[in-house]
């Protein structure tokens, strides 16, 4: 079969091989051929060396597919050949919270290999049925942008109706996030430093303003639009000096979900507004195969569609990454494997 790999050396270094086929499915799992993978800019720290260095050795690239299953091994119930799945980011983390050794298991870096092939072999437990009004390729994006924006804005923000909520750039998580946070009746302020971007997102989603984050008095800005309250729920993709601005625009009891490093590493935060504004920042790293399957039941009964930016067959993979990293993309790019259908 064909896959494409990576070794932490750069974009450059994407190659596709050709590997021998995946061994039939053993207890517990079942054999998928891949229809569709999207990009996460996760997949290009991967591939720089940026998120767990150069790899000793090359592994499979990306962390998101949808596609059929071929074939189940023994003991797997729930899903069965033909049925449309998509996989959980983690090859085991079934429920609650993560643990060190589930961590260890998160596809498409730290040595383990990703789903950027012909066919993968996956836990089934870790495999959840596509919403049913989804494409193969629409299917594809939930697995991280979805999940992660899911987490950030129900699993742990509690968003209520009527809050308001806070994300950050036209990326695949915040326009999840926007989505979400519209179909639970809360209030949306998008910050973007491109005008023609937040118009777009405003005309088709529905938010209610746009900021833009190049202005350091953004905060004041948020809480003036929500007459002085504040963002009850924060999505943060920026990291650095963001994750303290995300703090000062709270309202009191905020929920500060981090869940990138786009600005930096390293962040800065006032402990006194913390306190007095009895803020809670929690780190997002994805989440279970449980709310994986909460979050696509959602999407299915809400009839919520993911925005695909552009689409790129197999063959132009390299092309993929590159618009990526342009950053000239909005919400999710992704690699299509319909000769596999």
């Known amino acids: 079969m064909k896959c494409y790999t990576v070794n932490g050396e750069g974009i450059d270094h994407l190659r596709c091989e050709d590997r021998d086929d995946p061994s039939p499915p053993g207890l517990g799992e079942a054999l998928v051929g891949v229809g569709a993978v999207s990009l996460n800019y996760r997949d290009l720290m991967v591939a720089d060396g940026r998120y767990s260095g150069r790899m000793d050795r090359r592994i499979v690239a990306c962390s998101d597919m949808a596609g059929v299953v071929l074939a189940v091994g023994r003991g797997v119930e729930g899903i069965e050949p033909g049925d449309r799945v998509l996989n959980a980011p983690f090859r085991r983390w079934p429920a609650g919270l993560l643990r060190s050794d589930w961590a260890r298991t998160f596809v498409g870096g730290g040595g383990v290999d990703g789903v950027l092939a012909e066919k993968v072999v996956y836990p089934a437990e870790s495999l959840v049925k596509v919403p049913a009004h989804l494409s193969m390729q629409e299917g594809s994006t939930l697995t991280i942008a979805g999940l992660t924006a899911w987490a950030a804005l129900v699993t742990h923000g509690q968003t209520k109706p009527g809050e308001w909520v806070l994300l950050h750039g036209t990326g695949g998580v915040s326009l999840w996030a926007a989505q979400i946070a519209k179909t639970l009746g809360a209030r949306v302020i998008l910050s973007s430093s491109s005008s023609d971007k937040a118009k777009q997102v405003k005309e088709r989603l529905g938010i209610d303003h746009t900021i833009d984050y190049r202005d350091p008095e953004w905060p004041g800005q948020v809480r003036e639009l929500t007459g ?66 909460a979050f696509a039941g959602a999407v299915e009964s809400s009839g919520m569609r993911p925005w695909v930016d552009r689409v790129f067959p197999f063959e132009e993979v390299a092309r993929a990454y590159g618009h990526l990293f342009s950053g000239d993309h909005m919400g999710k790019v992704v690699i299509d494997l319909s000769f596999n259908r």
């Open 228 to 293: 002085g309250y504040g963002a009850d729920v924060v999505v943060e993709v920026g990291g650095g000096a963001m994750v303290g601005q995300s703090i000062e625009a709270c309202a009191y009891g905020g929920r500060v979900g981090v869940i990138g490093v786009l600005g930096g590493a390293q962040a800065t935060i006032s402990a006194v507004k913390m306190i007095a504004h009895q803020v809670t920042v929690r780190g997002i790293f994805m989440e279970s195969a449980a709310q994986l399957r």
